[in-house]
Nanobody, 119 residues
Framework: QVQLVESGGGLVQPGGSLRLSCAAS????????MEWYRQAPGKEREVVAT???????AYADSVKGRFTISRDNSKSTVYLQMNSLKPDDTAVYYC?????????????WGQGTQVTVSS
């Protein structure tokens, strides 16, 4: 069982920065792959960034070079540092997690946090 709580969303001007946090309540964080997804109005939910328990990372092409995902295993927390934000980054951002030992894969989800990029 994994419970996720996101924080850090808000309104920011184009070119600005935000850092999202996701705290996981679980005793198995060391086996959990953490991901950030986002969903804009009228669009499908898409994966933005992924970090494995060993801190290997992957990014969507649209955010490469601007977003950085990281995790602090001692705090069971994952972060998404978002720089050079664009209006197209406006979306609800969701933290997600799955236990890499379990098949088939089952994703746990946070409640989401709104990010709005606008002048």
């Amino acid at each position: 069982q994994v419970q996720l709580v996101e924080s850090g969303g808000g309104l920011v001007q184009p070119g600005g920065s935000l850092r999202l946090s996701c705290a996981a309540s679980t005793g198995i964080f060391g086996f959990v792959v953490m991901e950030w997804y986002r969903q804009a109005p009228g669009k499908e939910r898409e994966v933005v960034a992924t970090v494995t328990p060993g801190s290997s990372t992957a990014y969507a092409d649209s955010v490469k070079g601007r977003f950085t995902i990281s995790r602090d295993n001692s705090k069971s927390t994952v972060y998404l540092q978002m720089n050079s934000l664009k209006p197209d980054d406006t979306a609800v951002y969701y933290c997600s997690a799955y236990d890499m030992r379990v098949a088939p894969r089952y994703n746990y989800w946070g409640q989401g946090t709104q990010v709005t990029v606008s002048s």
